[in-house]
């Protein structure tokens, strides 16, 4: 579906960006989905500001998710996907990290887990001051309707994950 000319000057430039306009509209849904209640509930937003500039920050995020076993599996410059409708962030990128075996087992446990993983952690820069944040797959897992499951075993794999993103945003900010 594409974007309507208005939103941008570039139409042809515009189109390029679907793929990124789609997975922002997605991941706006994804958090639609979860429901009002469920972020109410005991899901806990993890921010930490960092010591770094948003370059540096970005740069140890990377360098933590590899020194946890995990991996950038996608990345979404949301700072410049945003700025084609004019607004100026002064920074936002989102990523999306997991490891592949691990997600084959809990993608084996039960596929609804896919809304939830791989896990996005996003860094932004808002005055002057750069940030990581993250929703704790466990929490939001064990609070959401999406659950189809019981399974103490992803419960727990879910609660691991939740431990490295913490372990992630701590060494990437300070």
């Known amino acids: 579906m594409p974007l309507p000319r208005e939103l941008g000057e570039k139409g042809e430039k515009m189109k390029n960006t679907n793929v990124l306009g789609l997975a922002l509209a997605g991941t706006l849904l994804a958090g639609a989905a979860l429901g009002a209640g469920a972020l109410a509930g005991s899901v806990q937003f993890v921010k930490d500001s960092s010591s770094h500039s948003f370059r ?7 360098q933590a998710i590899a020194a946890n076993g995990l991996m950038v599996l996608g990345q979404l410059n949301q700072a410049a996907v945003l700025s084609q409708t004019g607004l100026q962030l002064q920074g936002a990128q989102a990523f999306f990290v997991g490891n592949p075996v691990v997600g084959k087992a809990l993608f084996s446990m039960d596929p609804a887990v896919g809304l939830l993983i791989p896990a996005r952690i996003y860094v932004w820069e ?3 001051t750069t940030y990581v944040g993250f929703l704790n797959p466990a929490q939001l897992w064990a609070d959401s309707m999406l659950k189809t499951s019981m399974n103490a075993k992803l419960a727990e794999m879910l609660g691991m994950i939740d431990a490295k993103l913490t372990a992630i945003a701590a060494q990437a900010t300070k």
């Open 56 to 62: 540096g920050t970005i740069a140890a995020l990377k």
């Open 126 to 128: 808002a005055h002057n």
